[in-house]
């Protein structure tokens, strides 16, 4: 089995690319080292399967993003991953907070972040969620439909309240991603459809309700996006109706925010920008779309989130069994099964996602085997590393790591045939700390009211 194209076979088995990895990940006598802490030694104290946070690099990265973005509003997108620790590391690196639930609010509130630098997504929020939002003070809430229009408008009469509006607008833009992370084409749930004129008429809504206070434009065009050609179609579209919100109903509307969608290494295929190039290119982009139409530039937002904690973090397992097995023709696929899978990283049968893995409790001196990492539930999709090259003496009890787990994989977690949900455990300068626990089986059955 020679694997898809793009993977080369490695010199080393062993060896890290860097790339795929946070900052401070290096081997040592074989071992991974994270944070300064060997995961040979946290497994054994903390058991696996387990998510591994180098907070050094999530806050470089999110300081990386903040100094870029300078002359932005930098929001971290919370759905990415969220828990206290991570909102008090956002608020303390100076960026705003993007949530899109109650729950992502309820823990942004609980770990002291300011609501006035709080975003709220989503696209059927209730009127309690609503109320609750306005009531805290969130400074923005990004308005996704016309019945969302109204309900806000109920909800600041009710509290005799203001609030920050920006309307989520459809650019119609195909962005080279997968269909289901891909959200500025016209046929999908979000925003008002520049083409159709739901967007303008949005706007005519927000401005003549009550307690709406609008603030601008609101654009999202997917996820894991490579290149700025996506958002150049974006933002050319937003800001011609942006100019004709300023000709046609006489207001100049404050800001525009971008959205986020930037992409990560998962493998060697992967070919990101750095933060100061989106700058640059973004900018760019928009200073010269600004000055073609003869209007001001608008203040700018973007949301990173994957691009901030995806490289940050790493998940760990322990092998279970290792089995050959024969295909047509006389191949044969090496599967090497783990203590976790789907319910704790369902991106790879979700979206076809691809991800890389390291042998990471000892060094091998053999050569490298083309493998399978699957997980342990009873799944046939249950795939954690579709293709990767591994030591061929891999065997149960080894541990294995998977970089850039840190977006979507914890906070898409679930209870699939009953697994308990892995803890996040943050390192820094050789210090491990739990940031969420294990799930434990008295969790599990807290909810089962049979059980009681």
Known sequence: MRGPSWLREPADPNALVPQLWSSTAHKRDGDL?????????????????????????????????????????????????????V????????????????????VALRAGFDPARIGYHGNNKTYPELRRAVAAGVGRIIVDSFVEIERLAQVTADLDASVGVMVRVTAGVEAHTHEYIATAHEDQKFGFSITSGDALEAVRRVLAAGGLDLLGLHSHIGSQIFD??????????????????????????????????????????????????LATEMSRIVEQECRALGIAEPRLSIEPGRAIVGPAMCTLYTVGTVKPVALDGGAVRTYVSVDGGMSDNIRTALYDADYSCTLASRASQEPPTLTRVVGKHCEAGDIVVKDEFLPADVAAGDLLAVPGTGAYCRSMASNYNHAL????????????????????????????????
């Open 33 to 85: 080292v994270v944070g300064g802490v060997a995961l040979a030694d946290l497994a054994a104290e903390y058991n696996t399967p387990a998510y591994v946070l180098d907070e050094e690099d999530f806050r470089a990265r999110a300081r990386a993003f903040r100094d870029a973005f300078s002359a932005y509003d930098v929001f971290y997108a919370g759905k990415a991953f969220l828990c206290t620790t």
């Open 87 to 106: 909102a008090q590391w956002v608020a303390q690196e100076g960026l705003h907070l993007d949530v899109c639930s109650a729950g992502e609010l309820t």
């Open 228 to 277: 700025s050609s996506g958002f150049e179609v974006a933002a050319r579209r937003v800001l011609a109706l942006h100019a004709q919100v300023s000709s046609e109903l006489g207001v100049t509307l404050p800001e525009m925010d971008l959205g986020g969608g930037f992409g990560i290494a998962y493998t060697t295929q992967d070919d990101p920008s750095d933060p100061a190039q």
């Open 421 to 452: 949900r892995p803890p996040v455990i943050a390192v820094r300068d050789g210090v491990a700390r739990v940031i969420v626990r294990r799930e434990t089986e008295d969790d599990l059955l807290a909810t089962d009211v049979g059980a009681s």
